[in-house]
C-alpha cells in the first residue's frame, strides 16, 4: 500500500477517533435509554489503527 493511501485511512481513522471520543464524552440521557453503541471502545480501536497505519507509512517512506 502506498504512504499517500495510508496517510489518508490514518486521517480518517483519527477523525473516526475524534468523533467517537466526543460522543463517548456526552453525559447520559436517560430519557432516552441506554448507550447501544460502546463509543470509547471504538474510539480506542481506531486511535489504534490510525498509529499503526502512521507506523506503516513512515517505515514505507523511508525504503522509496
Known amino acids: 500500500m502506498s504512504p499517500t493511501v ?3 485511512l ?3 481513522c483519527a477523525t473516526v477517533a475524534v468523533l467517537c471520543g466526543w460522543r463517548g464524552a456526552r453525559p ?3 430519557m432516552r435509554g441506554p448507550r447501544l453503541i460502546p463509543w470509547r471502545f ?3 480501536l481506531a486511535g ?3 498509529v499503526l497505519l502512521l507506523v506503516g ?3 514505507g517512506a ?3
Open 6 to 8: 495510508q496517510l489518508s
Open 10 to 12: 490514518a486521517l480518517t
Open 28 to 30: 447520559p440521557d436517560p
Open 42 to 44: 471504538l474510539m480506542v
Open 48 to 50: 489504534a489503527a490510525a
Open 57 to 59: 507509512a513512515v517505515r
Open 62 to 64: 523511508g525504503s522509496y
